[in-house]
């Protein structure tokens, strides 16, 4: 399954199969482990509700059988799922229940429940919740823990996880050297395991790193084919993600209509999956790039931005907060309106506690201190 993808509809006809042989005999612990390769094939292909549900019926069956490893496991399917709807801070207390749950265990024991140790993914996962919360040093710490227990392990599966984990998380911080590093030594993993759906996903986070390092045209060769490969997994979660950063490089180079219709895609396919996660940045691009074609879209630029602002603070994503603020604050700088802009702005910068070395938040203080000068040295 791993090296076919768990969207493949050869998993799910598997895991029906085995169900139905399971129920007829009785069996709790693998009737847990059907439930949990069925969540799985649900999630990856897009179906979160269904993914979900699965995970409520898992972490009833752990509690009835009072095992640490099926607790964990339980919690960090559900962290999992929540996260990808954009409840950060229910994946949050999920996760960290799932990490509790495994420093009680004895080193690979979970191995006996799922394909990949659930401490090394739950705290790659973690850190994936922390980065848009706010805390993108402790979820640098968490990744870090997480690559420690993955060598302690010497199990590749574990080890390619919390690799690509730990690539995704540092393009979320924009540390492209970072991003290329962890992508590049996942993707040894995978090519050598033939882990398909894996080293797609890597070969977007490389061609992410390469396009801005300067190596455009390999960088968008190896973004375009990764998310080629990915779809032909059958996966459809995460896509939302690839397409997002395929669009934003897109917009770089200046192809601003070819940026907005993959963006639209990734618009279309986030509302069918029920993905929320990247939902305010998707926002915030297509405001970018509406501004970028023509000076005549500020307005509707504008309600880009708002509507960023507005999804997340719904949800205390506070990074994606941050990026969406910058947006609308740089728009209204172009515009003169240097006091709402700084009055938007530096809340949300002087919330954050730590990150303060992040692209982001460097590229907001050298903004507010823009606005600040010019207040303090007005024109003319």
């Known amino acids: 399954m791993a090296t076919q993808g768990y969207g493949s509809p050869e998993v799910e006809r598997a895991y029906r199969r085995a169900w139905e042989l399971c129920d007829q005999v009785g069996d709790q612990k693998e009737q847990f482990k059907i439930l949990l390769g069925l969540r799985t094939y649900y999630h990856v292909t897009g179906s979160l509700d269904v993914g979900y549900e699965i995970g409520e019926q898992c972490l009833a069956l752990a509690q009835r059988l009072e095992d640490n490893a099926f607790l964990a496991t339980a919690h960090m399917m559900l962290s999992h799922t929540l996260y990808y709807q ?5 994946a949050r207390v999920h996760v960290e229940q799932a990490i509790a749950f ?4 004895q080193r690979n024991e979970t191995l006996d429940v799922w394909s990949i140790d659930v401490g090394v993914f739950s705290l790659g996962l973690a850190a994936w919740i922390l980065w848009p919360l706010g805390y993108s040093r402790q979820g640098f710490e968490r990744a870090q823990q997480g690559i420690e227990l993955a060598s302690a392990l010497t199990h590749p599966p574990s080890t390619e996880q919390i690799l690509m984990s730990t690539a995704i998380f540092h393009q979320c911080c924009r540390d492209v050297n970072a991003a290329r590093e962890r992508a590049e030594a996942a993707m040894v993993i995978s090519k050598e395991k033939r882990f398909n759906m894996r080293l797609a996903m890597g070969m977007v986070i490389r061609g992410w790193a390469l396009a801005r390092q300067g190596q455009v045209t390999e960088g968008m060769t190896h973004i375009r084919q990764g998310i080629r490969d990915y779809q032909s997994t059958g996966a459809k979660m995460s896509l939302t993600f690839f397409l997002s950063i395929l669009a934003e490089e897109l917009w770089r180079q200046g192809e601003q209509y070819d940026g907005l219709n993959v963006l639209h895609e990734a618009f279309d396919l986030m509302e069918k999956v029920g993905e929320g996660w990247r939902k305010a940045e998707l926002h915030r691009l297509k405001g970018e790039m509406r501004l970028a074609q023509s000076v005549d879209n500020q307005q509707e630029a504008e309600r880009c931005f708002s509507q960023a602002l507005t999804i997340a603070r719904r949800q205390q994503a506070k990074s994606w907060e941050l990026r969406a603020a910058m947006s609308l604050a740089r728009l209204w700088q172009t515009q ?8 938007l702005l530096s809340p949300i910068y002087h919330w954050f506690t730590e990150g303060f070395d992040t692209t982001d938040l460097q590229d907001a203080k050298q903004l507010l201190d823009e606005l600040s000068m010019e207040i303090k040295f007005p024109s003319g």
């Open 102 to 105: 495994c420093e009680l265990l």
């Open 86 to 90: 954009g409840e950060l801070l229910a």
């Open 336 to 343: 003169g309106k240097r006091d709402e802009a700084r009055n």
